[in-house]
């Protein structure tokens, strides 16, 4: 199993940037495969991004594509998502994730952190 616990999410200006981090607990974190997902208020979870285990491939969301570049150091058991040229419909809850398979797999993903709110505000 692996814990998982975001932190980095505050209120930023709109156009802005910030760092989200998930810590991860376990000597495995490196077999995982990771992801961001964000809640908005009165929205169902959606996926924002992916990565795979070496950190050598990577997937997103049209919404975020080119903007929440998501990186991993397996070193430090740990997973970024650096959001940039913030939008108000970036606001939402951010979950990191987990998962044994594949990284575009976005139903699979079956550890869950407890996230991290991000609000933009114009």
């Known amino acids: 199993q692996v814990q998982l616990v975001e932190s980095g999410g505050v209120l930023v200006q709109v156009g802005g940037s910030l760092r989200l981090s998930c810590a991860a607990s376990?000597?495995?974190?490196?077999?995982?495969?990771m992801g961001w997902f964000r809640q908005a208020p009165g929205k169902e979870r959606e996926f924002v991004a992916a990565?795979?285990?070496?950190?050598?491939?990577?997937y997103y969301a049209d919404s975020v594509k080119c903007r929440f570049p998501i990186s991993r150091d397996n070193a430090k058991n740990t997973v970024y998502l650096q959001m940039n040229s913030l939008k108000p419909e970036d606001t939402a809850v951010y979950y990191c994730?987990?998962?044994?398979?594949?990284?575009?797999?976005?139903?699979?993903?079956?550890?869950w952190g407890q996230g991290t709110q991000v609000t933009v505000s114009s």
């Open positions: 990565i795979s285990w070496s950190g050598g491939s990577t």
């Open positions: 994730a987990a998962q044994m398979g594949y990284y575009t797999e976005i139903l699979m993903y079956d550890y």
């Open positions: 376990g000597r495995t974190f490196s077999s995982y495969a």
